[in-house]
């Protein structure tokens, strides 16, 4: 995947703002994967943002609230109506 990655990036979400959050205790999918995964997306031009947790392959309660804190940063205020 390492090698493909370059080919499947995409200038139409080279903007996209990835949020990786892994649990550190994880067998699903490794936890080593994520600082590789994180320097490959970050290395091509994504905006990443990464968090580990002491977690198996599960969320808990501080991913929950990172996740939320991510996605209001990205939150834009309405635009006012026009009068």
């Known amino acids: 995947l390492k090698d493909e990655m370059p080919s499947l990036a995409q200038p139409a979400n080279k903007n ?33 943002t990464h968090r580990s947790y002491p977690i198996p392959h599960s969320s808990c309660p501080e991913e929950n609230r990172d ?9 834009r205020p309405a635009a006012s109506p026009q009068t």
């Not at 959050?21 to 995964?37: A, E």
Request: without cysteine; glycine residues 12%.
């Open 67 to 75: 996740v939320v804190a991510f996605l209001s940063s990205l939150a």
């Open 16 to 48: 996209t703002p990835i949020f990786w959050g892994h649990g550190q205790m994880d067998t699903t999918v490794n936890y080593s994967l994520q600082p590789l995964g994180v320097s490959l997306l970050s290395g091509l031009g994504y905006p990443v």
